[in-house]
């Protein structure tokens, strides 16, 4: 994330496991960074904009349990885990108030965030956010049935993972469309991650998040109640998370923001990674 000299590792002991943090900086209001779902860690999510945030504040990176650092975890991390993992995190470092940012499932968890503890976040920014979708008939049982099924949600992708050719096309196919000067090391560190976990897949709040009628998570409904100043960003090329539904999810916070990235994917953070820093750090001056 940054030079070895200036990233350090903490971990917080959980019933479960142990969460690692990556910490960087000091002083200045603490923003907590929150990763996605599926082959992502902290460090993938957040190579580019840790250093940046790292200037004049302090800020902490979580890997989330079964991700990164946080392996082995032995229990089921789902939504309420996950929030329960934000707030262990801010108690750890006795963090009364925090910015939050958070990309795809950490977007969820970033909004949520703000909903359930809204007390203990001054500005949020949800990067692509899950957690605001719903699908149609038929498709909806669709993806249950592959959350359900371990032959879709995890033995399969974990094929197209075998090889770092198709790594590279699934990186530049669902995550990054435009050209980017890390390419390389964001593929040696997709490798890194499958290698670590021996495979790759959904992870627990991705699977856990459908039900069969309809989604388990679905943050819009409570979207109206988030007080603290809020921005979205987007890339308008997204085919993880179509930009309509940022779109829309923006429009049920009072006062939100939205940052439309043109020709960005999903890992806008990483494709566009000047531009999406900057806007972050003036936001959250």
């Keep these: ?13 959980q019933p479960e496991g142990r969460l690692r943090v990556a910490r960087a900086g000091s002083g200045g209001q603490p923003v907590l960074l929150l990763s996605g779902g599926g082959i992502d860690n902290a460090h993938l999510s957040w190579a580019r904009m840790m250093p940046a945030l790292a200037r004049d504040r302090a800020v902490y990176a979580l890997d989330w349990p079964k991700q990164g650092g946080s392996m082995p975890w032995n229990g089921v991390a789902d939504h309420e885990r996950l929030l329960g ?25 970033t ?17 692509a956010p899950g ?8 498709v909806h049982q669709l993806l249950w049935l592959t959350a359900k099924l371990p032959l879709l949600n995890d033995t399969l992708p974990s094929m197209v993972f075998r090889t770092r050719a198709g790594v590279a096309k699934f990186v530049r196919s669902s995550l990054i ?3 980017v000067d ?9 490798m890194a991650e499958v290698e ?4 790759s897949g959904s992870t627990d709040w991705q699977n856990t998040s459908i039900d069969f009628w309809r989604m388990r998570v679905d943050l819009r409904p409570q979207l109206h109640t988030i007080a603290c100043p809020t921005l979205f960003i987007q890339g308008d090329k997204d085919v993880g998370v179509a930009p309509k539904h940022t779109r829309a999810a923006a429009a049920l916070v009072p006062g939100a923001r939205l940052e439309m990235i043109e020709g960005g994917g999903h890992w ?10 900057d806007l972050v750090r003036e936001f959250l001056a």
């Excluded at 909004?111 to 990067?127: F, G, H, K, Q, S």
């Excluded at 806008?268 to 820093?277: S, Y």
């Design 182 to 190: 890390d390419f390389e090391q964001i593929v040696d560190d997709v």
């Design 85 to 109: 993992a934000v707030a262990a995190v801010l108690d750890h470092y006795e963090i009364d108030r925090a910015d939050v940012v958070g990309m795809s499932q950490g977007g969820a968890l």
């Design 131 to 138: 957690g605001t979708i719903s699908f149609p008939p038929v």
């Design 1 to 13: 994330m940054t030079d070895n000299a200036s990233i350090t590792h903490d971990w917080i002991e």
């Design 177 to 179: 469309p435009g050209p």
């Design 111 to 127: 909004l949520a965030t703000a909903i359930e503890y809204r007390d203990r976040v001054r500005r949020i920014v949800a990067i």
């Design 268 to 277: 806008v953070n990483r494709q566009e990674p000047e531009r999406v820093n």
């Design 196 to 199: 670590r976990r021996g495979g």
